[in-house]
């Protein structure tokens, strides 16, 4: 049959019939192709497909007899019972895991100075250390009693003299209140929770009982088929920062490697072949490694899950989800955080067994209290100039952090301050490893005074110098507020942040007045009145719109001598 390639307004319309369902084909083209194209169907329809395969053999179709005899045979489909799978699923498990070798949690003898101290001398203890916190999230039992905490690391590792030895080498003096009061339950094989503000030690809280949890299994190392510890971390910037200090603390020859998106996978991949004791990754490019059967998981025996809440907010849960069904559900797992929304709870429940919980501070989301917030209320047009006035007025030991919302807004204002003859480097996901590694090392060891970043930078970076954080936009929601604000006033140092607030933000603003409250800073009674209208607005948009769309509640931009928060 031709094909008709010129369109006429004439089409002729062909009827087609099938079972309950009529259509209607239109077929355009000259009346000579029309024609034949109508008889063609016709017949088609008329003699119930024979024109094309009539049973005796004739065919014009390039299929063979059998295959178009097989085509007609309906093939029964495998059907999944999802019930049965739910109901088996310990079963199932249990068979996977039915061959793993045994495994050791317990190290903990408690040091008799700790074991002889009172519950009151304790509690005290608790308050006089940043309000230290500790609960029992077993479900369904009474309470299991609390570990007192190690005031001293001889209390803790006295009987690990190599860790001591690593301690003194280092140069502390005490441990930190998260330390104190984690030690203890890790080194007597719980789970454990650890909710702590950023630059409060939970690295070596978690790092060092792995140490001694790792040289106590019963596997010997040369017989196991991976790592033993693997931490998982959000960003590349903070597995680097891991692996620096796990380095710092060597014990009984471990080898450590970071795994992390953007690096060399080829080199990873070989490092991991030539034999590692403690994998620290970054999600997404381990799920690579373990989905490609590159990594091999089953004998993890301690996990840490750091900077949960972080995680969960790159979206990182369905991979965590994957890698952590390769690995042994018997193990020890430890959580940290500096926050404890309902994503981190949901996801402690579903790969924590029986944890403890040790905060400190409060559960209640609040910024570090050595950290002076100042908040400023302006225009979009307005910030550049805000954050030049800033930098002009920098003293020469000052260092500032100052945070964007945008990578691109990074390249922007280090681009300027390059041309004005600013040192300044930028950080932002879109660099290449290399560039990014090479900006913190600047920014650390002082070269450079003035870093740009996105939000990349609000967790992991562990630079005690910084001075000031300007966060020229606001962050997305006031977790991350409060973690960029930690990113000075660190280790024991006094710190300044400054945060331009506009129009745009104002949704911010109820959130934004409880953390400036909690930690004894001032209000701008513009911030007060912006989170009035804020909720004004809510109020009527519920009342007139309740299905969520937007009011027309808004603001009005007085322009730039003056603005009316007003509608």
Request: proline share 5%; glycine share 8%; net charge negative.
């Amino acid at each position: 049959m031709g094909c008709a390639t010129l369109l006429t307004f004439d089409p002729w319309p062909a009827p087609v019939n099938k079972g309950d369902y009529e259509g209607e084909v239109v077929i355009f083209g000259s009346p000579t192709a029309q024609q034949k194209a109508k008889e063609l169907i016709e017949d088609l329809v008329a003699d119930g497909g024979s024109r094309f395969y009539d049973g005796g053999g004739r065919s014009d179709s390039v299929w063979s007899s059998s295959q178009l005899k097989a085509s007609n045979v309906t093939q029964p489909r495998a059907t999944i019972d999802w019930n049965a799978i739910r109901e088996n699923k310990d079963k199932y498990e249990e068979l996977k895991w039915k061959d793993i070798p045994p495994m050791k949690k317990k190290f903990y003898i408690e040091n008799e100075c700790v074991s002889t101290r009172t519950t009151e001398e304790v509690r005290e203890w608790r308050k006089e250390n940043n309000n230290i916190f500790v609960d029992d999230l077993k479900e369904g039992e009474e309470k299991r009693p609390f570990l007192n905490p190690c005031c001293t690391f001889l209390e803790a590792f006295e009987l690990y003299p190599e860790i001591m030895e690593n301690i003194k080498r280092v140069g502390f003096i005490k441990p930190t209140p998260i330390q104190s009061q984690a030690w203890p339950v890790l080194l007597s094989g719980e789970d454990l929770i650890a909710i702590a503000q950023t630059g409060t030690g939970k690295t070596l809280a978690y790092l060092l009982p792995g140490f001694i949890h790792m040289d106590g299994q019963p596997v010997p190392r040369n017989e196991r088929s991976g790592p033993g510890m693997l931490v998982l971390t959000p960003t590349r910037e903070l597995a680097l920062q891991i692996e620096t200090e796990c380095n710092k603390y060597r014990y009984k020859g471990y080898k450590s490697i970071c795994i992390y998106g953007g690096g060399d996978r080829k080199g990873q991949i070989n490092l991991v072949k030539s034999g590692v004791d403690i994998v620290i990754a970054t999600p997404g490019r381990l799920n690579d490694l373990q989905m490609n059967e590159l990594i091999s998981l089953a004998s993890v025996t301690y996990l840490v899950l750091d900077e949960a809440d972080r995680m969960l907010d790159m979206g990182f849960e369905p991979q965590i989800m994957k890698i952590l069904l390769d690995i042994r559900p018997d193990r020890q797992t430890v959580m940290t955080s500096a926050t404890w929304p309902t994503g981190v709870r949901r996801l402690s429940k579903s790969y924590l067994k029986d944890p403890m919980m040790v905060y400190v501070g409060t559960l209640d989301l609040a910024a570090v209290d050595t950290v002076q917030q100042t908040v400023l209320i302006v225009i979009e047009e307005e910030k550049k100039s805000y954050l030049y006035d800033f930098i002009r007025n920098m003293l020469p030991d000052d260092k500032v952090l100052i945070f964007v919302g945008k990578k691109i807004m990074a390249d922007d204002l280090s681009s300027d301050m390059c041309l004005q003859g600013l040192a300044v480097q930028s950080l932002h996901g879109d660099r290449e490893q290399c560039d990014r590694e090479e900006a913190l090392k600047d920014f650390k060891d002082s070269r450079v005074r003035i870093l740009v970043a996105t939000d990349l930078a609000s967790r992991g970076l562990d630079v005690h110098d910084i001075t000031h954080v300007f966060n020229f936009d606001f962050p997305r929601n006031i977790e991350e507020y409060v973690h960029r604000i930690g990113r000075t006033g660190r280790a024991g140092r006094s710190g300044a942040a400054v945060t331009l607030v506009t129009r745009e933000n104002w949704r911010m603003a109820p959130e934004l007045i409880p953390i400036l409250e909690r930690s004894g800073q001032e209000v701008p009674d513009e911030l007060v009145l912006m989170a009035e209208r804020y909720e004004k607005h809510k109020r009527e948009k519920d009342m007139y719109d309740p299905r969520g769309g937007q009011g027309r509640v808004g603001w009005r931009d007085g322009g730039r001598g003056g603005r009316d928060w007003g509608h």
